[in-house]
């Protein structure tokens, strides 16, 4: 730690020799003693951490050296020596902040080295808190930094879990859209043979039909996978969007449709949720996967039933929620605590990557939501996720 430079001025050589007695020997400090203003100057140059100087000097008054120290030194300290107080001292000390003033002769001459004492204590104090502050900062930035590489780390994550999951998603999407593209193809060679302007019209009519039901599939498989940084934080209508995350998934299964029940308890007001269409979607695309998956592992391709429901509760924790329940195997209570955390799976080898439920946990609370779970081994599942719903700000004040 390097020393402390104390430079003390007087015109006065038994005040300045008297001055620089009592720190003589001081450990960690370097006592610089002056004269005059002129010379002063000269050292303040050198630098200063505490400047002890006389207010009437014959050259440059000790006041202007208190400018010049603070100039050169913004946190150094200044105490002036005055041979009378006056209100005019006082003022012009404080617009200069100086630290304190004496009044010469001093009555106690150690009463000195305790005021240049407490000014340097002052002095560590304040670069300890500034050196304090600028690590905080640092500290903050570098928070910042990680904070935002986080959050692209998970939006990466995300999306790519989502890709993950479309190559299950689109081999059973091939096999229903090559029914209506099969259709297509017949009817336009049809076309081609058929001379009888209705019959033509009425092949064109079901050929729209067949491409409109590609068209729904394509606009439900691009909207899952796109990027969620692609979309806008927008009002969105639950049941469609949980409606079509459950026809995104039957489609792509050989599950029965009829054996997926969808339930929406409207009370009137509609069910709305503030997010990103395509996170909304992935997180009913999973749960409703995870419900028919864990039904066709207990009952085989011909049993069971997976029930979907969509509502709203009533205030004072108003909310909407979802549901998505099956009738499969269960989950065993003793692994209840753990099937949000990531790479946890019950699935075997190369049927999960054990992140879809961390995901749906981390879009939900990104949405201030939340997800619980409720299972009985032998009988059964259900997810129950909730939104809150914000108070209106213009009817909530009434």
């Known amino acids: 730690m390097s020393e402390a430079r104390l430079i003390i001025v007087d015109d006065e050589p038994v005040v300045l020799q008297l001055l620089a007695a009592v720190f003589r020997g001081e450990e960690g400090l370097q006592v610089v003693r002056c004269a005059d203003g002129a ?3 000269a050292a303040i140059e050198e630098g200063v951490d505490v400047l002890l100087t006389d207010k009437n000097l014959p050259d ?9 120290a603070k100039e050169r030194q913004p946190d150094s300290e200044v105490i002036i020596i005055t041979g009378y107080a006056s209100l005019d001292t006082a003022l012009a000390a404080m617009e200069l902040d ?4 004496i009044v010469k002769p001093p009555k106690d001459i150690l009463d000195v080295k305790r005021k240049v ?6 002095q560590a104090m304040s670069r300890e808190n500034k050196r304090l502050m600028s690590d905080l900062t640092q500290r903050n930035l570098e ?3 990680a904070l935002t590489e986080l959050k692209e780390v998970q939006a990466e994550l995300i999306q790519s879990e989502k890709l993950a999951g479309i190559g299950t998603l689109a081999a059973g999407i091939a096999h229903e859209i090559s029914s209506p593209l099969f259709g297509v193809m017949g009817l336009a060679e049809a076309i081609l043979d058929e001379e009888e302007r209705e019959l033509v019209r009425g092949y064109a009519s079901e050929i729209v039909e067949y ?3 590609i068209k729904d599939i394509v606009v439900q498989l691009s909207g899952y996978s796109r990027a969620a940084e692609s979309e806008y934080h927008t009002t969105i209508d639950l049941p469609k ?3 079509d995350a459950v026809k995104l998934v039957v489609r792509s299964t050989s599950f029965d449709p009829a054996r997926v029940r969808l339930e929406v308890e409207d009370p009137g007001g509609g069910l709305y949720v503030n997010a990103r269409t395509s996170e909304i979607q992935q997180v009913f695309v999973n749960l409703v996967k995870n419900a028919i998956e864990a039904v066709v592992d207990r009952y085989g391709p011909g ?9 709203a509760t009533p205030a004072p924790r108003a909310a909407v929620f979802a549901e998505v329940a099956d009738d499969g195997a269960g989950i065993p209570a003793d692994r209840l605590a753990v099937i949000f955390d990531p790479f946890y799976t019950t699935k075997p080898p190369g049927r999960g990557t054990g992140l879809g439920l961390n995901i749906v946990y981390r879009i939900l609370t990104k949405y201030r939501g939340q997800i619980t779970v409720e299972s009985t081994e032998g009988e059964g599942t259900t997810f129950h996720v909730r939104f809150p719903i914000e108070p209106d700000p213009v009817t909530s004040g009434d």
């Not at 440059?60 to 010049?68: I, N, Y």
């Not at 100086?98 to 003033?101: I, L, P, S, T």
């Not at 049993?303 to 509502?311: L, S």
């Open 39 to 41: 010379s002063a100057l």
């Open 60 to 68: 440059v008054g000790g006041l202007e050296l208190a400018r010049r």
């Open 98 to 101: 100086v630290f304190d003033y």
């Open 117 to 122: 004492k407490q000014a340097l204590d002052k």
């Open 143 to 145: 928070l910042e930094r």
């Open 211 to 213: 491409a409109r039901s």
């Open 241 to 243: 969007v949980v409606e």
């Open 303 to 311: 049993g069971g039933c997976v029930t979907v429901r969509v509502g």
